[in-house]
């Protein structure tokens, strides 16, 4: 299938282990923070969001944690399995309501069987 | 429920020719988004539809890009010409304003090449 990104940051775990993928966002007066899992050949797929008064909400077997000081984002993957294998993508929101999401840089996850 | 649907799913055109890229939202989705998602990096923002009318269309270059949602459904984005740099996947998204935002939802996208 065809390939979302060839040059992206990489994270190798084996199955069963947890995941942590690390994002960056640039805007302070973002309101909602969103996590997004990219497979080869679909388009993004919604995970889990969070809000910018929150820093941390649970989902299934996925955490997000947001360091509003640092501007930092995280997603936490609980007992990883082969099907988590894809690219992941933050992105956030901005206050004007647009809708308009603002993606950051990719990482690509590989469960390790 | 179906989803976003798009076509075609790929597209192969020499550069300066014409190329058309359809979206065919969720039923009820008042705003449509079309964005472009070059190779290893996130989706960038084109341009967002409220309903028919075009309400954010900053990042749409429009010298060869144009984009139109008659009747404030389907929505098709033209590129004319095509230039190298124009290869990416173009993707399409639809969303029910106000809504929580796990109903923002992407279809597949077309992969453009251009040669």
């Known amino acids: 299938g065809e390939s979302v990104g060839l040059h992206l940051p990489t994270l190798s775990v084996q199955e069963g282990d947890n995941s942590i993928i690390n994002c960056a966002y640039s805007n302070s007066a973002s309101d909602y923070f969103i996590w997004y899992k990219q497979e080869s050949g679909k388009g993004p797929q919604f995970i889990i969001d969070?809000?910018?008064?929150?820093d941390k909400r649970q989902g299934q077997r996925v955490t997000v944690l947001l360091n509003k000081t640092v501007k930092h984002l995280s997603l936490q993957i609980a007992a990883t399995q082969p099907g988590d294998s894809a690219v992941y993508f933050c992105a956030e929101i901005g206050m004007d309501s647009s809708y308009k999401l603002i993606f950051g840089s990719g990482t690509r996850l590989l469960v390790r069987p | 429920e179906a989803g976003v649907v798009q076509s075609p799913r790929y597209k192969i055109i020499e550069k300066k020719q014409p190329v058309a890229f359809w979206c065919n939202p969720i039923?009820?989705?008042?705003?449509l988004y079309w964005y472009r998602q070059n190779l290893g990096q996130g989706p960038e923002l084109l341009i967002r539809y409220e309903n028919e009318e075009a309400v954010d269309d900053s990042q749409l270059p429009k010298d060869r890009f144009s984009a139109e949602r008659l009747k404030g459904v389907d929505s098709t984005l033209k590129i004319q010409p095509a230039e190298l740099g124009d290869s990416a996947v173009y993707l399409c998204?639809?969303?029910?304003?106000?809504?929580?935002?796990?109903?923002?939802?992407f279809g597949s996208g077309t992969r453009l090449t251009v040669v």
């Open positions: 039923s009820g989705h008042n705003t």
């Open positions: 998204a639809s969303s029910l304003q106000g809504v929580s935002l796990s109903g923002y939802t």
């Open positions: 969070i809000r910018s008064n929150m």
